[in-house]
């Protein structure tokens, strides 16, 4: 970010803030901190106004949609919070609903490396448990 100043505007400033021009070149001179990468270095992708955590999630989320357009899923919804036992959350990144109204199926894109996750592995296992559905990892 950088602020443009007339002579007269910058020197009010100096003024205003009891500045002389060396302190103020170290304020206006800071560097923003560059982005952190992704853990699994995926990229964030936007698809008409929708925001994706991964290229492959899009990827995913065209595909269903291309299946309730051909009228096999009456609905696919997105980050879908299933509560688990000890206040814990497990987000499904879509759940399809079949044209009868029931859950068709909980997708979850993942990675090579996400599907060997010791958490990821735990909650698919209780969501197997409990609600008795199982993850497809697509």
Do not use: W
Request: proline share 3%; glycine share 6%; charged share 35%.
């Amino acid at each position: 970010m950088s602020l443009r100043f007339t002579e007269e505007e910058y020197q009010d400033f100096l003024r205003r803030n009891n500045l002389r021009h060396n302190e103020a070149m170290a304020i206006t001179h800071t560097e923003e901190k560059p982005k952190r990468k992704s853990k699994y270095g995926n990229q964030r992708v936007e698809i008409g106004g929708m925001k994706f955590d991964s290229k492959h999630e899009a990827t995913v989320y065209t595909e269903l949609m291309r299946r309730q357009l051909a009228r096999e899923l009456k609905c696919v919804l997105r980050q879908v919070p299933f509560d688990l036992p000890g206040g814990i959350k497990y987000i499904a990144d879509f759940v399809t609903i079949a044209p009868d109204m029931r859950i068709e199926g909980i997708y979850d894109a993942k990675s090579e490396a996400t599907r060997k996750n010791r958490v990821y592995i735990n909650k698919k296992k209780q969501i197997k448990a409990i609600y008795g559905i199982e993850i497809r990892e697509v």
